[in-house]
């Protein structure tokens, strides 16, 4: 085991299941993952192998099948997966995300719908915000879900949504303006709809579309999508938590677990360019000696290890502050931002450390280096994260008087 990103007080339940996860890791990811990644190539056996390991179901209550841990041991897996290949971890986070919002906001009926076969991976989930023309700007959403009866005809365009393909579940954010008057705030019309879909490519259900994989820099693999709901009936019982008017506080809410997870994933890449990073340097000679004798490269070592230490002990405080109960944004945002700036900076050296080899894509670096810069814009930019964490310093930091 690595001496760096060490967590202390974890129980032995927690230190059995991450020594599974990184042995799994260890002999089923990283042997095939830069193949796999080359090829565009959905990680199938992986992901049976991630089925058969129960990680479906790591978060989900027990009562419906899974193995009810924290937030903290989810992060921590995600950690171990994200160093083997990050496009791994991003099927099972969108996974994740739609459990937790139907653990927290859904109805009792829902919830003994879907997530006993989450857990068992049988029902794979994906969520939808994003739409082409908005980025960040989620309040400016135009997918609309209109009342007819006792359905619901959703229509509009949504864009990268991961899973989008193998999915079976998606949770998608539409605007809804039953039972708001006008002039209601727009974050206070929106509405999170179930919708259950066939996995694969073309029109998976009557009105609904995926096109098909969106071609990427990196984070291959795993299947990105647009989504296109053309009249879409849906049941009203798809209605999260049975309530319209509350889609944007469980987004947000299930965004700050993501929030979590995507510092996990930098985390784990960050490890990943040490490793490979300062294995090379021992290995490559130049003017008679291993090059992590030179002080230039030294120097690079010792940022790097920083770095994914500071970022690690940033990402279990996120978790930590989540899994307590208490308001974790403030947190999420800064683990987020410094994890995923903090692993660019450490994949470009350890980029730097391999010379020329770096730029083949015989040698691991070159997928994590196109790899690293989605960390930059998922779950919210960088820039998104500083607004967060500027707004919620200034509520505590509140000037009285």
């Known amino acids: 085991m690595s001496r760096l990103a060490q967590t202390a007080g974890l129980s032995d339940v927690q230190e059995e299941i991450l020594s599974t996860v ?3 890791v260890d002999k089923e990811i990283l042997p095939v993952a830069t193949e796999l990644e080359h090829r565009d190539e959905y990680p199938a056996r992986i992901v049976e192998g991630l089925k058969e390991l129960g990680l479906f179901g790591l978060m989900i209550p027990e009562e419906y099948g899974g193995l009810g841990e924290s937030l903290l041991t989810y992060a921590l897996c995600v950690e171990e997966i ?34 006993p076969r989450m857990a068992a991976g049988e029902v794979r989930g994906a969520f939808s915000m994003s739409e082409p023309g908005l980025g960040s700007d989620v ?12 359905e619901y005809v959703l229509t509009g365009q949504k864009m990268w949504l991961t899973n989008g393909g193998t999915s079976s579940l998606v949770a998608v954010l539409c ?27 073309g029109e998976v259900r009557p009105g609904l579309t995926i096109p098909g994989k969106i071609d990427k820099m990196g984070y291959k693999g795993v299947d990105t999508t647009e989504m296109l709901m053309d009249r879409l009936r849906v049941s009203a019982n798809s209605v999260l938590g049975s309530t319209t008017g509350r889609g944007f506080y469980q987004m947000m809410d299930g965004v700050e677990v993501g929030r979590v997870n995507v510092a996990a994933r930098g985390c784990g890449v960050a490890q990943r360019a040490f490793e490979l990073g300062v294995a090379y340097a021992q290995q490559r000679h130049t003017f008679g000696k291993p090059i992590a004798r030179h002080q230039a490269i030294q120097f690079k070592l010792a940022e790097m290890a920083t770095k994914v230490e500071a970022a690690h002990a940033m990402m279990v405080n996120a978790a930590r502050k989540k899994d307590s109960g208490e308001r974790n944004d403030l947190e999420a945002g800064m683990a987020k931002y410094l994890a995923s700036e903090y692993c660019k900076e450490v994949v470009e050296d350890a980029f730097r450390i391999h010379g020329g080899y770096g730029f083949s894509k015989e040698y691991e670096i070159e997928r994590l280096y196109r790899e690293a810069p989605m960390l930059l814009i998922g779950e919210g930019t960088a820039e998104i994260q500083k607004m967060i964490i500027g707004r919620r310093l200034l509520e505590e930091y509140r000037i009285q008087g």
């Open 82 to 115: 994200a160093r083997g290949w990050m496009s791994v971890s991003g099927i099972v986070n969108t996974h994740f995300i739609v459990a937790y919002m139907l653990e927290r906001h859904g109805t009792t009926e829902q919830k003994e719908k879907f997530l």
């Open 139 to 150: 309040s400016a959403i135009t997918s609309k879900g209109v009342r007819d009866g006792d």
């Open 175 to 201: 605007r809804s303006d039953e039972g708001h008057p006008e002039g209601t705030p727009p974050h206070k019309s929106m509405t999170t709809f179930l919708v259950e879909k066939e996995p694969g490519f």
């Open 22 to 24: 990184r042995d799994f």
